[in-house]
């Protein structure tokens, strides 16, 4: 069983129209689409790990009518749930694409506080699920009044059962985690481009600053960036891999990073050589971002998509 935790799900409204126009109002056309999914960096890794055929349980805090709507989808697609339900409701947050232009906005709301008490049940319940855990995924913001003990607290509590764990969240939050020597650190670099205060926005930055995360956290093995989709960045001691893809056609980057650590995650636990892990993960990517959906319709596509990784080994 994987499981993956995610602090601040949502509820995703994701719109994708013809033409977007401020000031303007849309009547939706039959050409255009609304969708209400299950969202939280978390859960979408969950969703592709499903579809993978993996065993799933997904937790973190939810509350109100837009968190039972969280759970019963999540348990339609055959996800187990054990999230801690709270006062206020789970956030919603909205997607714009806008095909004409290739635009994507997107609105994300800060979502409920959460109280002390709620934390510690959180943490209570999530040292019982680590029992039946084989990995652990951490991704995603944290929601108000949860700070990032949070995170030192789960990883601790899953290195003691020996367990792994992969933390995806924003470089905000990855200071406190330096020196806890997660499996993987992969900071999420949409909207904020420094890491251990320096700039980190491209390939030559990338490994700089992974190496530099290594030498500070002497258990963890990789550090990822995927940010530019065209150049992803594995760092490890040894060496480092930049991966392409070939024919890039972008269509939708919603829930590009959580395809790409869905694939990752599925391809180690299936045994794969690290080159062909890497690929697979890239290639999950890649499937995900020309695609019109937030999640991959057409898992086969991933296998289908490998060939056009390109690998960059970099001494």
């Not at 509590?157 to 764990?165: H, L, P, S, T």
């Not at 670099?189 to 420094?194: A, E, G, P, T």
């Not at 530099?212 to 500070?216: T, W």
């Given at each position: 069983m994987i499981l993956t935790v995610t602090l601040n799900p949502a509820i995703d409204k994701v719109l994708v129209l013809n033409q977007f126009k401020v000031h303007k109002l849309h009547r939706l056309k039959s050409s255009e689409l609304s969708m209400i999914l299950p969202g939280g960096k978390g859960v979408n890794v969950a969703l592709t790990l499903k579809l993978l055929g993996n065993e799933v349980i997904t937790t973190g805090f939810t509350g109100g009518y837009t968190g039972h709507l969280l759970c019963d989808q999540l348990r339609e697609r055959g996800i187990t749930t054990s999230f801690v339900f709270t006062e206020g409701i789970t956030r919603t947050n909205t997607s714009i694409l806008d095909l004409k232009n290739e635009t994507l906005t997107e609105i994300?709301?800060?979502?409920?506080?959460?109280?002390?008490?709620?934390?510690?049940?959180f943490l209570d319940n999530y040292s019982r699920l680590l029992h039946r855990a084989r990995m652990v995924v951490i991704a995603g913001s944290l929601p108000r009044g949860v700070n990032d003990d949070v995170h030192l607290s789960m990883i601790d509590?899953?290195?003691?059962?020996?367990?792994?764990?992969i933390v995806h969240t924003s470089p905000d939050h990855l200071d406190a985690l330096f020196d806890s020597s997660p499996f993987i650190i992969y900071p999420d670099?949409?909207?904020?481009?420094?890491l251990m205060g320096q700039p980190c926005d491209g390939i030559k930055q990338f490994v700089n600053v992974g190496k530099?995360?290594?030498?500070?956290n002497k258990k963890t093995e990789y550090v990822i960036f995927t940010h530019r989709i065209e150049n992803v960045v594995v760092v490890k001691r040894s060496k480092s891999y930049i991966l392409r893809p070939e024919n890039l056609k972008i269509v939708n980057m919603l829930g590009y990073g959580d395809a790409y650590l869905a694939g990752f995650v599925h391809a180690y636990h299936t045994g794969k050589p690290e080159i062909d892990i890497l690929?697979?993960?890239s290639s999950a990517g890649l499937t995900n971002v020309e695609n019109l959906y937030k999640d991959i319709?057409?898992?086969?596509?991933?296998d289908k998509n490998i060939d056009r990784i390109k690998v960059e080994v970099l001494a």
């Open positions: 994300n709301d800060f979502g409920k506080e959460i109280e002390h008490d709620d934390v510690t049940f509590k899953a290195r003691e059962m020996d367990i792994k764990v670099m949409r909207s904020y481009h420094k530099e995360i290594l030498n500070r690929k697979y993960a319709r057409d898992v086969s596509l991933i």
